[in-house]
């Protein structure tokens, strides 16, 4: 398990490297992108309002609190990541279409990721799920919203993170699948058990 | 009733509500910590130091500890001499949004079909409100939890020939287990509900979710099958965030309501590791008691 920490704008070199299993801590810039994000991006075509290049998305739909003091300024209350799978559809062409190099979510995704995160150099890492309070902690600034109309969860949020982490490596750049590996191991005891527990439920009479 | 002692009772509510969202019911912090304690695995010990060092901030800055605060679900158990009664239901829909303010919550309520959000958490049939009604009884005991997206995904419930049975049975929660489990946010407590027709089962299952870890079903053969499912399905060894590590779930819970000769149905709920489930009964004078966090005053 190698430690990494990462600074964006994230060039490919420095996260050619890393392997599934390492751990990373980002320093600089992310923004949330959900399921909302993805669809304007990858099928509505969009412009883009960010420039995403070289940074981190985080599947993340946040607590947001706006200062009473100051309208348009938000801090961050709670960020956990979301379930990445429901990404999986859009991920691969929204790698390519906007150049993040980082994919921050929780639990794995599938080939399409991995085939996207290989031919555009990104890799995907798992924030531990449900440390929300862990990660708001770690927000420096919230520089802005952008697409505020899509709701708290689903808008585009911008950030400026330091030592954002533990994030850790479930597909690198040559398409290793941390979670398709423990995936097909937890399949393979599953058929173990099961006859074990077929033998406990023998109930009809 | 006066207007004051509802305002009271809405005040109680919101205050559990929000207070549920910061801080773990007792019993699954005790199983986490022990759970932590024998695990080996370093990713899978870097999850859970995350997880308390969460836990830990969330209750410093009162917060609440997970961002997905859910859909609010209340299982109320009434007194049908408890003096509120008639404002029940009401008064939960405005603690929720009284609770959206203050804790802060998420605000988690998309309508069907119009697909906006509703921003304060309340909407169509919603909080979900699960009445019993207990008779010679002036106290109402409210059991509340917040379904999250991700701990929600996995449900699914399903109406199985008899013949299929029980290993179906097995067999059906244990695939969705090893494909959905895995992003609910291990460990995961199941919840595993048995009956005749699709909603009973759907129903019991997130039941058993409210059940404190430890306690067991009354039925002998259904206790012993709840053991032999955490044995099994920890074998698995999941582990937090699906990392794989040591074991699976914090535990298995089943309820059963009896069938019809031709059907056997069941349903699968989960709860993540975050599982926010909370219980207050409170008395006819509005004095209250948190049964699942110990000695809290709200
Ligand atoms: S599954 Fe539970 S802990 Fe994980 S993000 Fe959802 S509500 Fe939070």
Redesign the interface.
Known sequence: MNIKHLTTPIKDEDIMDLRIGDLVYLTGRLITGRDDVHHRVVKQHRELPVDLNGIAVFHAGPIMKERADEPGKYDVISIGPTTSMRMENSERDFIRETGVKLIIGKGGMGLETAEGCKESIAVHGVFPGGCAVLAAEQVLDVEGVEWPELGMPEAMWVMRVKDFGPILISIDTLGNNLFEDNKKKFNEVKEEVLPELYSQVDYLK | MTTSEKQKFIDILAAFTGYSSKHLPDDVVERLTLMREKEDS??AK??YD??F??LE??SE?D???????GVLQYFVQVGSGFPLIDETEDSLREAVKKATIEA?????VVEIFDEY?T?DNTGTRIPWIDWEVLPHCDSVTIYMYMAG??CS?PGTAKVLM?LE???G???YI??QV??YG????PPLLLGIGIGGSVEVAAKLSKKALLRRIGTRNKNQ?AA??EL??EE??N????G?????GNASVMAVHIEQAGRHPSTLAVGMSTG???HRRACIRINHDLSYELLTHKGVTL
């Open positions: 370093p990713m870097l999850f995350a997880m060092s969460d901030k969330a800055l917060r609440p500890c997970c961002q997905d605060t802060p919550l998420r605000h988690n959000n921003g997206g991700g995904l008899p049975g029980y290993e049975a097995m067999k244990l695939d090893t494909s895995v992003n609910a946010c053969k012993e099958l032999k499912m099994a399905i074998r698995i060894k999941i937090p965030g699906g990392v794989s993540c590791w975050a």
